[in-house]
């Protein structure tokens, strides 16, 4: 299976399972197949890093203009498009998953398709910047 940064992925129920977190967005609510996640591949891991999706738009605006308002920057929500919607992508959720709870990528028309460059550039650069952060502070911790 392609498994790349970029692209949309959804999980199988056996990971909702394993984890028991119930923050995380219930998998195949209503009967559908989402929610879908953006992809993050470590290139030094086997590690893949997920963001949820949501087309909750002006839910998710609300919260990022609050936040830019407070703060004067948002890196935890991107609104971006996806299948030519918008799309919420939710990284202040982000979460590894390893390749084994992978049930499929969206696709249309039996094709795999990716984020789009700009929105893909936007939230992988506000993930970088997240870690770059937490491992700083983590430098400067002490137990």
Request: with cysteine.
């Amino acid at each position: 299976m392609l498994l790349e940064t970029g692209y949309v992925y959804h999980i199988k129920n056996e990971y909702f399972e394993f984890v028991k977190d119930d923050k995380l967005m219930k998998n195949h609510e209503n009967g559908n197949t989402r929610p879908t996640y953006f992809c993050i591949k470590n290139k030094e891991s086997k590690i893949l890093w997920f963001i949820p999706m949501s087309t909750k738009i002006e839910k998710y605006r609300k919260l990022q203009n609050q936040k830019i308002q407070k703060n004067g920057v948002c890196d935890t929500i991107v609104i971006g498009k996806y299948r030519g919607i918008e799309s919420a992508f939710l990284i202040q959720n982000i979460f590894p998953i390893t390749e084994k709870y992978i049930d499929h990528i969206d696709i249309i028309r039996n094709q795999a398709v990716a984020v789009v460059e700009g929105t893909q550039r936007e939230i992988i650069n506000k993930v970088n910047k997240i870690f770059k952060l937490k491992k700083k502070r983590n430098k400067f911790h002490i137990s």
